[in-house]
């Protein structure tokens, strides 16, 4: 009898503890004293409630009846009009640590932790997109909600989720109250180096694209502010800190963003690549594109839908393809610029993909699906930039070559004809009103021809810039020395002068010409004939643009008729 009493009381016992112990979970999560976090697929459970609309007291009476099945790493689940619910048993050991439940998405719906506190009391936290940050338990990018504080006792959690059009896989994982601190001062650490980035670079595009007049700056620096601005709604900043208390936006804002960014990518690259020269239908395409993504994100914020959510990943889709489409004819078409505007867009185009594998259910929720796009265009940014930097740079120096082209001479380095009338006609204005004497220098190279037939064009060129050389040399910083024609420079003299001292002047540069040059074959000297136009009453002349080209004709007039054999080198003439 004593034996059959003994094995009564231990089948008792055996009852009790399956009777005290919560049904169905596989296994119990132990919190120990480590900080975390602690990963929770092997002690979840979950079920789908099609309607959406079970409470979770019938959850808990139905516990050993509702369908619930172990979770499996990376499962997605489509939300619509569903809700996820999510079950486990936790035990806490250590009394000083402060467990929390962590669901590390931006961007869930909502999410609700149940369990019954030591009365049997049920406590329920809240957070999510859908709720104000007032109501959420701890307010942050994300939801975090408290465990409970019973030391020792086996507590079974329901959690319920709610999360449209996106599918969820995100897994909450359990962690400490310091690790949770510690953690978020990094994220914002890191968040605020990436958003200073972004404004940083946005503010110096504007400054560029002022001080440039450059439509390029200007349209990056509208993408790259929607782009943070997108990214700061994906990470839940603008929920946190933009309007806390206004969750109907954040869905809004997920869509619109975005939209808009892809849209203004668009429009930087045709600005920049502009691919109107490769092919006029594929700009019109990029243009109409631009046009729909803001017209589609604006109807699906007033009529949100699961085909308008589609129609939105697969606009995306099709903008990632235009852009590479784009770039690739630019770098075939051998475009300086499109290399780097390619390998700026490389990064962010590989990022995007996770966020759009994800939305279609091919990708879990993870941390690349979460920041990929962060990370691409925190290396986007600079690169891009730079890229328009150089081409900037390499554009107004063009312009500054072509500027040169029209007032110096590319060979000798003088300037150009049309200066040297510009300069003719001031000087004759400013001799008139001061009634002093200027004088204009015609010298022709002579026997550059005979220079070119014997020793070749190269030889003639090197001619002339020694030429060029010897008589800027003659004249004072004052002067205005010009390349006038094929063999012909002008010295415009301006300044106190005589009659004497310009035929000094031109003595000198008809001296320094005959000095033998070890830079031209058989050290031939270089011959010129030299035609002085003298001004001694400079107040009879007219000082009209038209004028200053005449007198400049006469002047070249006058010097090729020099070529006649006469031995004279030097003819003054007055004008």
Partial sequence: MAALARAALAMLCLLSALLASPAGAAEVLILGSGNGPVGMASVLEFWRDGHGQ??????????????????????????????????????????????????????????????????????????????????????????VLSLSHEVGETIRYYIRVEHARIPFSALPRAVSEAQVTTARQLDHLLLGIYFGLAALVTVLALINAAAYRDWGFATYAVYMATFAGAQGAFAGLTGLYVWPQRPELNNIAIVVLPLAAAAAALWFV????????????????????????????????????????????????????????????????????????????????????????????????????????????????????????????????????????????????????????????????????????????????????????????????RAMVMAASRIRAAAQTTDTVARVGDSHFALLMEGPMTSDSVNDVATKILASGLRPSRELPDADPLVFHIAIGYMAEPGRLARTEAEAQACLADMLHVVKEMNDGSRKAIRMIQL
């Fill in 54 to 143: 079970t409470p979770v007291e019938k959850v808990e009476a139905g516990a050993g009846s509702l369908p619930f099945t172990a979770v499996r790493s990376g499962q997605a689940h489509e939300l619509d009009n569903a809700a996820l619910w999510l079950r486990f048993d936790a035990v806490i050991r250590d009394p000083k640590v402060h467990w929390k439940l962590e669901l590390p998405m931006s961007g869930v719906d909502k999410i609700t932790l149940y369990y019954r506190d030591r009365l049997g009391r049920w406590v329920v936290q809240q957070a999510g997109d859908s709720l104000p940050i007032s109501a959420w338990a701890q307010p942050g990018r994300y939801p």
């Fill in 270 to 461: 045709r600005t920049v690549i502009t691919p109107k020269r490769f092919s006029r239908a594929l700009d019109w395409f990029i243009v109409a594109l631009m046009t729909l993504l803001p017209v589609i994100a604006l109807l699906d914020a007033a009529f949100p839908t699961p085909e308008s959510f589609a129609l939105i990943n697969i606009l995306i889709s099709a903008g990632m393809v235009v852009l590479l489409m784009v770039l690739g004819v630019s770098l075939f078409e051998g475009d300086r610029h499109a290399r780097w505007i390619a390998l700026g867009f490389l990064p962010v185009l590989l990022g995007t993909l996770f966020p759009l594998l994800r939305n279609f259910g091919v990708l879990p929720s993870s941390f690349l699906t979460q920041n990929a796009l962060m990370l691409g265009s925190a290396l986007e940014a600079p690169i891009l930039f730079y890229g328009l930097l150089r081409r900037v740079t390499q554009r107004r120096e063009s312009e500054t070559r072509a500027t040169t082209l029209r007032t110096t001479d590319p060979l000798t380095g003088l300037g150009s004809a049309r200066v040297l009338v510009r300069k003719l006609r001031q000087a004759l204005s400013t001799a008139a009103r001061y009634q002093q004497p200027c004088a204009l220098l015609v010298i022709n190279l002579t026997n550059l021809a005979a220079l070119q037939q014997q020793h070749g064009r190269e030889t003639g060129d």
